[in-house]
């Protein structure tokens, strides 16, 4: 009998993702994306690291979510894990929610450090008010790594951080080239 992890086939486009959260974030996600369509249309995943292509933003967020699913249901499946696959999607639909705005409409934003773009990510997740637990919040905070604030006196990031850490890093540094434009393996691009 095949497992659960094995019979991932899906590649989650970022509306399908959105309509796996609750009702109150799927409402609060749906009209943030809609609001930023053209940001986020416009906006590469990075300045050149990462998904660095018109549109890149939402394949990095896209290849994000979908490495996070078969990651989910592979080590769920060994140990029980203490979050919810729906978590994994909240985090990654909103850890970069500030790059579509940095690069495409900000010039502030772009100049501005990293607590200047974590401040503005903060900003929007209230402006559209967007629910999170104590968990999705270190999540976000601490996706990209825990830098300064970490101290082997005590675990800063969170089990939920970690693993959004891991998927995260698998498509910036992994696959920063995917997904291809043709002949993608598993996944797509984004339409946009």
Request: glycine share 6%; charged share 25%.
């Amino acid at each position: 009998m095949a497992t659960e992890a094995n019979q991932i086939k899906w590649y989650f486009s970022i509306k399908q993702a959105i309509m796996t959260l609750d009702e109150h974030n799927r409402e609060a996600c749906t009209r943030l994306y809609d609001a930023i369509r053209f940001q986020y249309r416009q906006s590469p995943g990075s300045s050149g690291n990462h998904q660095a292509w018109y549109g890149g933003y939402l394949d990095h967020v896209s290849e994000m979510i979908n490495i996070g699913m078969v990651m989910y249901y592979a080590l769920n499946e060994k140990r029980k894990l203490p979050f919810t696959h729906v978590d994994i999607i909240l985090v990654a639909l909103l850890h970069d929610i500030e790059k579509p705005w940095r690069f495409c409409s900000d010039e502030e934003l772009a100049k501005g450090s990293k607590a200047d773009r974590a401040q503005f990510r903060d900003q929007i997740i209230a402006q559209y008010n967007i629910r999170l637990t104590n968990e999705q919040r270190n999540a976000i905070k601490y996706v990209e790594g825990e830098g300064p604030d970490y101290t082997n006196g005590q675990r800063i990031m969170g089990p939920l951080a970690a693993f959004c850490h891991a998927a995260d890093t698998l498509s910036a540094r992994m696959w920063h080239d995917r997904p291809l434009i043709n002949e993608e393996s598993w996944g797509q691009r984004e339409e946009y």
